[in-house]
């Protein structure tokens, strides 16, 4: 009996799905939790497996279709049938020294008789006499028949410019997820009016902070405190001070949101992805490192579901741990601004006259400058420099 294999439901508001890729074709043979083919919503792409083992015997939806939740893609036999799916045709081979189509050649190993001149055009073109059927008597190839090969029949290799070198390289299919990255980050630095401001922050009290914060709070929630944790809660904390900072671009109007959810922008070795912390704001460092341990662990494993990569009102991204000093991330639309954190990294500065070293970290702001100002962008950024260089007053 055959099996059907359903477009599936990834979490609650996910109605339709994209084919992108089918890894197996028509009487391939698939094992019971093999990958079958790999779907895409709005904001990833997911992996389908195969609920039972046996033969791939139709596909319903082919790549690049969009069906909804529910709906049969394709069939698997049962294991019972899969002996009487008859064996594959054997393929015919056309040698390689035939140009033209394996059909319109005669192959009978005799001598071709040609005119001269239809000889003399055929040597000129490249062309294998014995491929060209003649409309002579005997089957001699006349002139016109060649013209007619050429014109009809036969497509030659496109010739490179002499003055240009040929480019030798592996062509590699994008994936779902691939696309859909380029297709946001484009969408993205086309319909934002994108702006940028830093500061450097001192990390040295951040330092101090997660040093004496990590065994309470891996005592208590069983996971370690990273300084990507106290970023986040810190940055929330400056968004309550700075409200226009969660908002939103729309055609009637600029929308102002009440809660704050913080994207954590996640790189896997397919592309980015953006699980979020909801609430942040309300949760304490213990809750908001046990959330981000659940989302990357998940995140690695392609377990996400895409309700707990969309709703995010402000995003952090982190490259800190690669030792880059500085970047300027892309909005991650709908939302106004996103910030890029750097490493921390011991450096000499002015203090009081004197040149000391301290931890320094590059924090740089991507605002929406349809949304958000100049001047409210600066008062938001000097209130993130405070309370980072000071952890401390987050508790005020």
């Given at each position: 009996?055959?099996?059907?294999?359903?477009m599936?439901?990834i979490?609650?508001?996910m109605?339709?799905g994209?084919?992108?890729?089918?890894?197996?074709?028509?009487?391939?043979?698939?094992?019971k939790?093999?990958?079958?083919?790999?779907?895409?919503?709005?904001?990833?792409?997911?992996?389908?497996?195969?609920?039972?083992?046996?033969?791939?015997?139709?596909?319903?939806?082919?790549?690049?279709?969009?069906v909804?939740?529910?709906?049969?893609?394709?069939?698997?036999n049962?294991?019972?049938?899969v002996a009487?799916?008859?064996?594959?045709?054997p393929?015919?081979?056309?040698?390689?020294?035939?140009?033209?189509?394996?059909?319109i050649?005669r192959?009978d190993?005799?001598?071709?008789?040609?005119?001269?001149?239809?000889?003399k055009?055929?040597?000129?073109?490249?062309l294998?006499?014995?491929s060209?059927?003649?409309s002579?008597?005997?089957g001699?190839v006349?002139?016109?028949?060649v013209?007619?090969?050429?014109k009809?029949?036969?497509?030659?290799?496109?010739?490179?410019?002499?003055?240009?070198?040929?480019?030798?390289?592996?062509?590699?299919?994008?994936?779902?997820?691939?696309?859909?990255?380029a297709?946001?980050?484009?969408?993205?630095?086309?319909?934002?009016?994108q702006?940028?401001?830093?500061?450097?922050?001192d990390?040295?009290?951040?330092?101090?902070?997660?040093?004496?914060?990590?065994?309470?709070?891996?005592?208590?929630?069983?996971?370690?405190?990273t300084?990507?944790?106290?970023?986040?809660?810190?940055t929330?904390?400056?968004?309550t001070?700075?409200?226009?900072?969660?908002?939103?671009?729309?055609?009637?109007?600029?929308?102002?949101l009440?809660?704050?959810?913080?994207?954590?922008?996640?790189?896997l070795p397919?592309?980015?992805?953006?699980?979020?912390?909801w609430?942040?704001g309300?949760?304490?460092l213990?809750?908001?490192?046990?959330?981000r341990?659940?989302?990357?662990?998940?995140g690695?494993k392609?377990?996400?579901?895409p309700?707990?990569?969309?709703?995010?009102?402000?995003?952090?991204?982190?490259?800190?741990?690669y030792?880059?000093?500085?970047f300027?991330?892309?909005?991650?639309?709908?939302?106004?601004?996103?910030l890029?954190v750097g490493?921390i990294?011991?450096?000499?500065?002015?203090q009081?006259?004197?040149?000391?070293?301290?931890?320094?970290?590059?924090?740089?702001?991507?605002y929406?400058h349809?949304v958000i100002?100049?001047?409210?962008a600066?008062?938001f950024?000097?209130?993130?420099k405070?309370?980072?260089?000071?952890p401390?007053?987050?508790?005020?």
């Amino acid at each position: 009996m055959a099996i059907q294999v359903l477009m599936p439901k990834i979490g609650l508001t996910m109605t339709e799905g994209k084919v992108v890729e089918w890894k197996k074709k028509e009487g391939d043979r698939v094992e019971k939790g093999e990958v079958l083919f790999i779907f895409e919503t709005e904001k990833t792409t997911f992996e389908v497996e195969a609920p039972e083992s046996g033969t791939l015997s139709k596909i319903l939806v082919k790549e690049d279709e969009t069906v909804g939740v529910g709906v049969v893609v394709g069939f698997i036999n049962g294991l019972e049938e899969v002996a009487e799916v008859p064996p594959e045709k054997p393929r015919e081979v056309v040698p390689k020294e035939i140009k033209g189509p394996a059909e319109i050649g005669r192959g009978d190993g005799q001598k071709v008789r040609a005119t001269p001149l239809a000889r003399k055009i055929a040597k000129e073109e490249g062309l294998d006499l014995k491929s060209i059927p003649g409309s002579g008597m005997g089957g001699r190839v006349h002139r016109s028949d060649v013209e007619r090969f050429l014109k009809v029949a036969w497509k030659p290799s496109p010739v490179p410019e002499p003055t240009e070198r040929t480019q030798q390289g592996k062509l590699v299919k994008m994936t779902g997820m691939r696309r859909i990255i380029a297709q946001k980050m484009l969408a993205s630095k086309i319909e934002t009016a994108q702006a940028y401001m830093s500061h450097s922050v001192d990390a040295t009290r951040i330092l101090n902070a997660r040093e004496r914060l990590l065994p309470l709070v891996e005592k208590k929630a069983a996971v370690r405190l990273t300084i990507t944790d106290i970023l986040m809660k810190i940055t929330a904390v400056a968004i309550t001070h700075h409200p226009v900072m969660n908002t939103r671009w729309s055609p009637e109007g600029i929308l102002w949101l009440e809660d704050i959810h913080m994207g954590m922008a996640m790189a896997l070795p397919e592309g980015l992805i953006v699980p979020v912390i909801w609430d942040i704001g309300k949760k304490a460092l213990s809750e908001i490192a046990q959330s981000r341990t659940d989302l990357v662990e998940r995140g690695k494993k392609g377990k996400l579901t895409p309700d707990e990569m969309k709703g995010s009102t402000f995003t952090l991204s982190s490259l800190g741990m690669y030792g880059i000093e500085e970047f300027c991330a892309i909005i991650n639309q709908p939302e106004s601004a996103i910030l890029g954190v750097g490493a921390i990294i011991d450096k000499p500065v002015v203090q009081k006259k004197e040149i000391v070293v301290r931890p320094v970290m590059k924090v740089i702001l991507s605002y929406d400058h349809r949304v958000i100002d100049g001047a409210r962008a600066a008062e938001f950024m000097k209130t993130l420099k405070e309370l980072l260089e000071d952890p401390i007053l987050i508790l005020v």
